[in-house]
T-cell receptor, first 116, second 113 residues
Framework: GNSVTQMEGPVTLSEEAFLTINCTYT??????LFWYVQYPGEGLQLLLK?????DKGSNKGFEATYRKETTSFHLEKGSVQVSDSAVYFC???????????????FGQGTILTVHP | DAGITQSPRHKVTETGTPVTLRCHQT?????MYWYRQDPGHGLRLIHY???????DKGEVSDGYSVSRSKTEDFLLTLESATSSQTSVYFC????????????FGPGTRLTVT
């Protein structure tokens, strides 16, 4: 079956530091990949997505590239801010032939804390 | 933001009582999902719907049932609540886009005592 593995947290950084959160996946076919962010007390928000190999998703300074050869979708940001403190989830939507109901498989989540 | 609301937002109930959580959307999206979020487990799919009256089980469906009589509403029922069902429950929706990206509601925090 499909699975997503994220680097374990928590991750603690100083403001303006470079961020990488690793995500690798296992899936058959051609999955779509997503990063979601969850701020305290809120639901998940879609941060970025990629639907095919070598696609780069980007939003709010965050980027992730769909690497089929390494089955990875690592999240990066060049300069984090205190406001980026949140939980980040990597997710996968598997593709099963001509039928898909959009079911997602999530990683465990990585807590990011950014200090001033 | 996608128009998704969940009610109630917080609920405390006793073991053995039935509980119904409601998800309401204003986006006219076909697909709706219920997840639970627990520390150390991320999000796990309980049930999902691919149309009115069309539902199916997710990975943790035991003890839960769902109904969808209208496009905009998806109900999750705990038939007889147990302490193991204490969790935060999220509803999500998706439409017929290439990626089927999902949009989440604000969540319901349920405590079973």
């Amino acid at each position: 079956g499909n699975s997503v593995t994220q680097m374990e947290g928590p991750v603690t950084l100083s403001e303006e530091a470079f961020l990488t959160i690793n995500c690798t996946y296992t899936a058959t076919g051609y999955p779509s990949l997503f990063w979601y962010v969850q701020y305290p007390g809120e639901g998940l928000q879609l941060l970025l997505k990629a639907t095919k190999a070598d696609d780069k998703g980007s939003n709010k300074g965050f980027e992730a590239t769909y690497r089929k050869e390494t089955t990875s979708f690592h999240l990066e940001k060049g300069s984090v801010q205190v406001s980026d403190s949140a939980v980040y989830f990597c997710a996968l939507r598997g593709y099963a032939g001509g039928t898909s109901y959009g079911k997602l498989t999530f990683g465990q989540g990585t807590i990011l804390t950014v200090h001033p | 933001d996608a128009g998704i609301t969940q009610s109630p937002r917080h609920k405390v109930t006793e073991t053995g009582t039935p509980v119904t959580l409601r998800c309401h959307q204003t986006e006219n999206h076909r697909y709706m999902y219920w997840y639970r979020q627990d520390p150390g487990h991320g999000l796990r799919l309980i049930h999902y719907s691919y149309g009115v009256k069309d539902t199916d089980k997710g990975e943790v469906s035991d003890g839960y049932s769902v109904s969808r009589s209208k496009t905009e509403d998806f109900l999750l029922t705990l038939e007889s609540a147990t302490s193991s069902q204490t969790s935060v429950y999220f509803c999500a929706i998706s439409g017929n886009t290439q990626a089927y990206e999902q949009y989440f509601g604000p969540g319901t925090r349920l405590t079973v005592t």
